[in-house]
């Protein structure tokens, strides 16, 4: 059985991204894997006061090991750690700054975000972006698996984010990297803001050790 602190951390980090405004209402999902189980958020309750005993616990295909009811996007996270094998936690949220890029007419897919800074390249890039698909929906779960494999940062369009993480603290390093690159982007429109350049990128990925874009 999963060591009860780790469920505990789970419950305390959906508290925190809710009191910070990463997520408001009900809206909002968290999840750890322990091997071949996985603990999800429930669907239906604000992330602000959640305690262990209220998360959902399934096996690897969905099929529930408790009576708690998952977030309606477990085949979303299901489909992350199916395709990212080494994936511990996953944080699907829909805050401020990263979903108005979501709902950019004319956003750039290829690169919605400019490397600002050398911790978004290292955190986040590349940063994949999904079209729409209804919430919930097996579309919106099959096209996940699909780019989950080459990125471990979405932006769902007109929706919200995924980040991954090999730990929970990962993955909500990625969130908050994430939304901060975001906030400077909206901040720095029109200001004639400096970029990292090519180089710089390419520097940042040979000392992380992440694969240049052109192999991925």
């Not at 979501?102 to 986040?124: D, K, Q």
Request: charged share 25%; proline share 6%.
């Amino acid at each position: 059985m999963i060591n009860q602190d780790v469920l505990g951390q789970l419950c305390e980090v959906a508290a925190s991204f809710y009191v910070r405004g990463y997520a408001f209402g009900s809206t909002g999902n968290l999840s750890v894997r322990v091997e071949d189980k996985v603990w999800i958020t429930p669907t239906g309750q604000s992330l602000k006061a959640l305690t262990p005993e209220q998360l959902a616990w399934v096996d690897l295909e969905g099929n529930a090991q408790n009576d708690c009811k998952p977030s309606k996007e477990l085949p979303v996270h299901l489909a992350v750690y199916r395709k990212r094998p080494e994936a511990r936690a996953i944080a699907h949220l829909h805050a401020g700054f990263a979903t108005a890029l979501a709902c950019l007419e004319g956003l750039n897919e290829r690169e919605p975000l400019p490397p600002i800074t050398p911790y978004y390249v290292m955190r986040v890039a590349p940063l994949g972006v999904l079209p729409y698909f209804r919430p919930g929906s097996q579309e919106l779960a099959e096209a996940v698996e699909k780019m989950a494999i080459d990125h471990h940062c979405l932006l769902m369009r007109n929706h919200g984010t995924i980040a991954t993480g090999t730990s929970l603290s990962e993955a909500v390093d990625r969130t908050e990297e994430l939304e901060a690159t975001a906030r400077l982007f909206f901040q720095l429109r029109g200001e004639g803001a400096r970029y990292l350049t090519g180089g710089e990128v390419e520097e940042l990925r040979q000392s992380c050790g992440i694969r240049s874009e052109e192999h991925r």
